[in-house]
């Protein structure tokens, strides 16, 4: 049992650049969230998915997209990185309710 | 306009004593609050929580205190131990968002031997 898997762990992108990070689960979770965390801001919800095929706006979704095709797999599209992009980011699952949520590793996002 | 709020930065304690972490927010619809606790290069992992129709979540070493008047929440870890050495985030959820967590900015805690 994996838990909540991330890739990559660092990726170093060009302004313009597009990227997809990677997240999967393997618990059966309907839920899946992704986050990200920036100095002094705390963590913020960027997209939320409550099954397959239902995904919807958290707190700061501009540039970003996703998609939910499988319970298992929930990517985060950057379709034109921007410097303001540069963050952590964090994909979350949880079984029902929001606290039961368990956060995988994160991916360390550098845009120049 | 940040919901939830942790003003202490940071906060050192010696090994053995009381930490208190506090935690305010400005928005009356959460019902729901929690503490994660995050080490470094590794994401946060649920810690303890609290609903609003309670005031005091026990768990071993570990205590919420919700005072919903005041809008204030704490958490109590005694005795400190020097593995509680973390970033410690608050978050909060409301009924109509219950997938959305809104999160506190962090307390960085160390413990001091």
């Known amino acids: 049992n994996a838990g909540v898997t991330q890739t990559p762990k660092f990726q170093v992108l060009k302004t313009g650049q597009s990227m997809t990070l990677q997240c999967a689960q393997d618990m059966n979770h309907e839920y899946m969230s992704w986050y990200r965390q920036d100095p002094g801001m705390g963590l913020r919800l960027i997209h939320y998915?409550?099954?397959?095929?239902?995904?919807d706006q958290g707190e700061v979704p501009n540039g970003y997209n996703v998609s939910r095709s499988t319970t298992e797999d929930f990517p985060l599209r950057l379709l034109s990185a921007a410097p303001s992009q540069t963050s952590v980011y964090f994909c979350?699952?949880?079984?029902?309710?929001?606290?039961?949520?368990?956060f995988g590793p994160g991916t360390r996002l550098l845009v120049l | 306009d940040q919901q939830v709020k942790q003003n202490s930065p940071s906060l050192s304690v010696q090994e053995g004593r009381i930490s208190i972490l506090n935690c305010d927010y400005t928005?009356?619809?959460?019902?729901?609050f929690l503490w994660y606790k995050k080490y470094p290069a590794e994401g946060p992992t649920f810690l303890i929580s609290?609903?609003?129709?309670?005031d005091k979540n026990e768990d071993g070493r570990f205590t919420v205190f919700l005072n919903k008047s005041a809008k204030h929440l704490s958490l109590h870890i005694v005795p400190s131990q020097p593995g509680d050495s973390a970033v410690y985030f608050c978050a909060a959820s409301g009924i109509q968002g219950a997938q959305k967590l809104v999160f506190g900015q962090g307390t960085r805690l160390t413990i001091n031997p």
């Open positions: 609290i609903s609003s129709i309670k």
């Open positions: 928005n009356s619809m959460f019902d729901y």
């Open positions: 979350a699952s949880s079984y029902d309710h929001v606290e039961t949520q368990y």
């Open positions: 998915s409550v099954g397959a095929g239902i995904t």
